[in-house]
């Protein structure tokens, strides 16, 4: 296994920090794992695809976990002595509620909530050990607003939004924080894919989707890209923000000013 890369110049240092990364493999996730690698940290990178969290560990330094977090299960083999817990693990169904599969309800319920909740549950007890720690809820906008056709996802980010301040509470006495990262759309295969979704549901064409319903209330008319969203939450985990805990931070590019 490759040792860490070395820290930026400049970049506050995280060595002797070891972090978990759900949904590691690509897109935000494997930003996130990168820029905390290159601050230092050991990062356990969890995903599905066996491949791509052997990619992303290659990559950073890392090692792999291949998990399934929709098995509660599977959260108790995932190391528990890590000081950064970063959920960020995702799926999306775009449908209206009528017609919305009751079990791909309950699937983004179990990946995007329950496990991040089992996962708090399982690393807490060495942050409190150690009297310090970071958790980085990966949320969206989608955790502050609501979308049409989105009632599982933005169902699953609201309850994020609620189970990050109760961890920002309960962990405020043993030096641990909890705070949500919201971005707006990030250009990532979540987002790839959810353009023919919304093409069908909106009944418009697919090269429509991106600038009339994606960035329809953000002011910056360009997709986000997984590293800025990396950058807060590497920021998040630094020495400047032990006195921000309970928040939401969003990366939005203005979307929440209307």
């Known amino acids: ?35 905390l690698a290159d601050a230092g940290a050991l990062v356990h990178i969890v995903d599905r695809d066996a491949d791509g969290a052997a990619s992303a560990a290659a990559a950073t330094g890392g090692v792999s976990h291949t998990a399934d977090l929709a098995e509660a299960d599977a959260i108790g083999r995932l190391p528990a002595d890590v ?28 990946v995007m909530l329950t496990a991040p909740f089992l996962l708090m549950r399982h690393c807490l007890p060495h942050m409190y050990a150690g009297g310090w720690g970071r958790i980085v809820n990966i949320s969206s906008m989608h955790g502050l607003r609501a979308s ?69 209330r953000s002011a910056i008319k360009r997709l986000i890209e997984p590293a800025e969203v990396a950058a807060v939450c590497l920021w998040l985990c630094g020495p400047d923000t032990g006195y921000i805990t309970g928040s939401s931070l969003p990366v939005d590019g203005g979307w929440g000013a209307r």
């Open 1 to 35: 296994m490759k040792r860490p890369r070395h820290t930026a110049p400049g970049s506050r240092s995280l060595r002797g920090r070891t972090a978990l990364v759900t949904g590691g493999g690509s897109g935000i996730g494997r930003a996130c794992a990168e820029a």
């Open 83 to 110: 000081d950064i817990l970063v959920n960020n693990a995702g799926l999306q169904h775009v449908a209206a509620i009528e017609d919305f599969p009751p079990d791909r309800f309950e699937l983004i319920q179990k």
């Open 148 to 216: 049409p056709f989105k009632s599982a996802y933005v169902a699953a980010k609201h309850g994020l939004e609620g189970l990050s301040k109760v961890a920002a509470l309960e962990g405020a006495p043993h030096g641990v924080t909890s705070n949500c990262v919201n971005p707006g759309y990030v250009r990532t295969p979540l987002v790839e894919g959810q353009i023919a979704a919304q093409a069908a549901a909106h009944r418009i064409p697919p090269d429509e989707v991106v600038s009339d319903v994606l960035l329809d």
